[in-house]
């Protein structure tokens, strides 16, 4: 390995970790996000984030859900379904993140309202 091949990897990896952060910190940390609370494929509820912390029960034919939501996360503390995996999955707090409840039929997850934001990374 050659001086210059060392130079153009260091730099590269430089780019490609500047773009991450970049990507990162202009997509996934918005202030104008809120939670979609689908059911079925339908939207349901639209919810914002505020400064104290609320319960939000979600009854639907399928089952009940309890959301918690915080001042920037949600998470779900009580589901009627067996597996109980959206209330062991924890806490959501980034634009993109998701909590799926397949029994319940339900998908809550972060949105922003800002034009900017991309809808998938891969």
């Known amino acids: ?42 939207e349901i509820k639209q919810i914002t984030f505020g400064n104290e912390k609320k319960i939000y029960p979600i009854r639907t034919s399928f089952g009940l859900n309890i959301l918690e939501v915080d001042k920037d996360s949600v998470r779900v503390i009580e589901a009627s379904c067996p597996d109980k995996l959206d209330v062991k999955f924890g806490k959501i707090q980034k634009v993109g993140q998701s909590i799926i409840c397949m029994p319940n039929r339900l998908v809550i997850q972060i949105k922003s309202r800002s034009k900017n934001d991309l809808d998938v990374i891969n």
């Open 1 to 42: 390995m050659k001086k210059g091949d060392f130079v153009l990897i260091v730099f590269l990896l430089f780019i490609f970790t500047c773009g991450f952060f970049y990507t990162n910190s202009r997509y996934f940390h918005s202030d104008d996000k809120y939670i979609s609370v689908r059911v079925n494929g339908k």
